[in-house]
Structures are given as C-alpha cells and as structure tokens.
C-alpha cells in the first residue's frame, strides 16, 4: 500500500520553489534515503510529508489524505525527527513523551519503555532536557516517535548527534518500524550509514529528485 505519493509538488518558500516538481512515491515497508547537499530540499520534503508545509502546487496524498484539502489529518498520524528536537526544555525526559503520547492519542504506559530501548539511563529520566546533552536529547525525541507509534517515520539525519550505540539503536528501531508496516523516509547529506538501511535511494539537489542506485 502507498504511503507516500507525490505528483509534481512544488512547495514555495518566500517565493522560492524549494520543491520544484518533486515525484515520489512510498510503500509501506519501504526504507527510502533522500540523500543530497545542505538546502537541496530535503528538509522542505519532510516537513511536506507531515502536512506541516502548504502545497503550493501539484499533488500530493500521505497516508490516503490529500495533503491540500486535509493536512491536519496527516499530522497525527506521521512521526517527524527535524533539526529541532521539538522537546519542552523544562519538561523531563518522561514528561516530554508523556505530552507527545496525549497529543497523539496513544497510552502513556509505553514511555518508560521507549526511554529504554533509546538507551537514556535511568537517571536521566527525571532532568530536565534543556541539562541533556545534544546527544541524549536526540535520543529522547527519537522516543516519543516510538511511543506514538506512527504510520510514517520522516527522519531527518537521523544518525546525527549519536555515538555507535545510539546509531545502532536507531537503525534496528527503523528496520523494526519497516517490518511491521509504516513507511520510512531518512534524509541525509551522505550515504552512510543511513545508506546500509535503505532498500532504495533518490537523490535531491536543486529542489528536485531523481533516482539513485537502489541498494
């Protein structure tokens, strides 16, 4: 089943086309890589995908909504990792994924479990984020996306901040989420590691994409 179906999307940005036409589509159980540059585009396609960008022109259907006429649908449904880890600084660990499992309508009681399989030591559960380092607050987000349990993963470098362990922890969470039905979409500046999960790879440069050699 199509997770993802993009059809000449064009997404504009203060005017500029920082999608130009993009086509692509994605099946449940798909790891797709969208690998290119800083600025081609990749971060705009994510932030499409979780219906949290207009569609300026084309068309484009995540999860059977039509991301022109309902985007709000799509967003409880999509599980982003941008950037910014989108955690409350003063909120702990817990309490971040205890907000994000409400908000998705999903129970609470799979949080410390989340926090577990991320790897996040018990003592630090309880702190505060904005005392975390950059790389435990990875993890953290990376938590609340397990706990919501969506039905598409759009991960953005989503090796970045993270040791070997962490790195480990995140490929087998995807390859996990992968196997038992969502669709996942990783974008990264290199191959990588993120290359190795991929069963197939586009290449984005210029806002626009094009095939690149499946893995």
Excluded at 171 to 182: H, N, R, Y
């Amino acid at each position: 089943m199509t997770a993802v179906d993009l059809r000449g999307a064009v997404v504009l940005l203060g005017g500029f086309p920082a999608l130009a036409g993009v086509d692509l589509s994605v099946e449940r159980g798909d790891i797709v890589l969208v690998r290119g540059p800083n600025g081609a585009g990749k971060s705009t396609l994510l932030h499409l995908c979780a219906g949290l960008l207009r569609l300026s022109k084309g068309n484009g259907d995540v999860l059977g909504c039509d991301l022109g006429a309902d985007r709000a649908a799509v967003r409880r449904r999509v599980g982003l990792l941008g950037h910014d880890t989108a955690l409350y600084g003063e909120l702990s660990a817990a309490e971040n994924l205890q907000v994000w499992a409400r908000a998705s309508r999903v129970g609470e009681t799979d949080v410390p479990g989340a926090l577990e399989r991320l790897g996040l030591p018990p003592r630090l559960r309880d702190v505060p984020t904005d005392r975390l380092s950059a790389g435990q607050r990875r993890r953290v987000a990376l938590a609340a996306i397990v706990v919501r349990r969506p039905e598409l993963w759009l991960l953005d470098e989503p090796h970045a901040g993270l040791d070997s362990s962490g790195r480990q922890i995140v490929d087998s969470i995807v390859e996990a989420a992968a196997a038992a039905g969502a669709a996942v979409v990783l974008a990264s500046h290199e191959s990588g590691p993120a290359g190795d999960l991929a069963t197939r790879t586009v290449t984005m440069a210029g806002g626009a994409l094009s095939e690149g050699m499946a893995q």
